[in-house]
């Protein structure tokens, strides 16, 4: 049974004033925000930016706000969150140093997690274990060029976990925070063995990200469709038709 949401925190009410960009502080990239993000990983440099029009809508007052969402609003951002901030920079850091200057792969996986991030807050889930495989997901894609000649996910899920668990053992993450991720980065492409919650989560990031570049000529229905099909989470799926559906109707009108 799916969980009504008020006027207030559904997306299709949303106008497009509530989806912005704001420049990061350290490198200048313009950083896209919703409305109600408390913060967001600089798709670029990687860092930290807080949402300066952060508006939480009636989820600021309402005492129902954690039935609607799924979480309270305010206790995630009075959460202390220096200890998990910190784990995240140390995995950036070491994303960066396995992609040395692939911008590009760089950039993909700080836009998953940002995504995850959000899916996070309203599905649940171990933070540790979605954090860490957001930012590792694709680390074994040099290594798959270099062993095979290809960067097909298949060899990716074969490369990615030894590279992944390296990095983690030498960060400190216990052994099944270990197992969960790299089984996560094992699985990111095929699904065939792993459906926790933390595995739907950074599956659902993902797609929020590859969807227009894996389906740039999919009209209107047929992205609703596959939205349907691809997302394995309730936050997923409504921000992927906030993204890609409701987003289309002024230019396809």
Known sequence: MSRTICPGQDTMFWTPGDVYEIPCANCGELVEFFKDDAKRRCHRCGQLLRNPKLNLGCAQWCEHAKECLGYDPKEKMAQADTAEEALVDRLIANMKTVFGSDQRRISHALSVLNWARRILAAEGGDP??????????????????????????????????????SIMVQLGLDRATIDHVTKIIANHHSAREIDTTEFRIVWDADWLVNLPEEFPEKD??????????????????????????NNTKGQEE
């Open 128 to 165: 540790r274990v979605v954090l860490a495989a957001a930012v590792l997901h694709d680390v074994g894609i040099h290594a798959a060029e270099k062993k095979h000649g290809s960067s097909a996910g298949r060899f990716q899920e074969l490369e990615g976990p030894p590279i992944a668990e």
């Open 220 to 245: 209107r229905d047929s992205l609703a469709k596959l939205i349907g099909k691809l997302f394995k989470t309730r936050t997923g799926r409504d921000l992927a038709e906030a993204l890609y559906i």
